[in-house]
């Protein structure tokens, strides 16, 4: 029979920088069942990493991505802090844009207003438009012969 942590840990997948969970999620945020009870993955984390949770506190991911469970990336606050931190627009609900790029903060661009965008979209974005208005501009050229 495995023990508690060896059944978490079978449900992580860590990367350089988030240990992702890869098991079952509930509003993004990873599931465990343990002392008898469904709990949410990241809090069991901080609770074997560092005690208890303080009372009145919640856990803020630092790292703004509801499924990891790196009890570095975790840190017990208000709820008040909590929203605050919190982007304006909402944190990710997904560990990947759109077109399947992770969503990493080096590859992540938050706007003033709280939009986020992926930054391997933004530059493919522009390298087809700076190409297609080559292309134009070439098209233009040979009509004009």
């Given amino acids: 029979m495995l023990s508690a942590e060896e059944r978490f840990f079978a449900k992580v997948e860590k990367t350089d920088y988030c240990w992702n969970w890869v098991a079952s999620l509930n509003v993004g945020y990873g599931?465990?069942?343990?002392?008898?009870?469904?709990?949410?993955?990241?809090?069991?984390?901080?609770e074997w990493a560092n005690g208890p949770i303080p009372d009145g506190l919640v856990i803020d991911h630092l790292c703004r991505n509801r499924a990891c469970v790196n009890p570095s990336h975790l840190e017990p606050v208000t709820s008040r802090v909590n929203s605050q931190r919190s982007p304006i627009m909402g944190r990710p609900k997904t560990l990947?844009?759109?077109?399947?790029?992770?969503?990493?903060?080096?590859?992540?661009?938050?706007?003033?207003?709280?939009?986020?965008?992926?930054?391997?979209?933004?530059?493919?974005?522009?390298?087809?438009?700076?190409?297609?208005?080559?292309?134009?501009?070439?098209?233009?050229l040979e009509q004009g012969q």
Avoid at 101 to 112: A, D, L, S
Avoid at 129 to 135: G, I, L, M, V, Y
Wanted: aromatic fraction near 10%; charged fraction near 30%.
């Fill in 31 to 46: 599931q465990f069942y343990w002392k008898g009870s469904l709990r949410r993955a990241h809090r069991v984390s901080y």
């Fill in 96 to 140: 990947f844009c759109n077109n399947n790029h992770e969503r990493t903060p080096e590859n992540t661009h938050i706007r003033k207003d709280g939009v986020q965008s992926c930054r391997t979209c933004s530059r493919n974005r522009m390298a087809y438009r700076r190409r297609k208005a080559k292309q134009d501009a070439t098209a233009q």
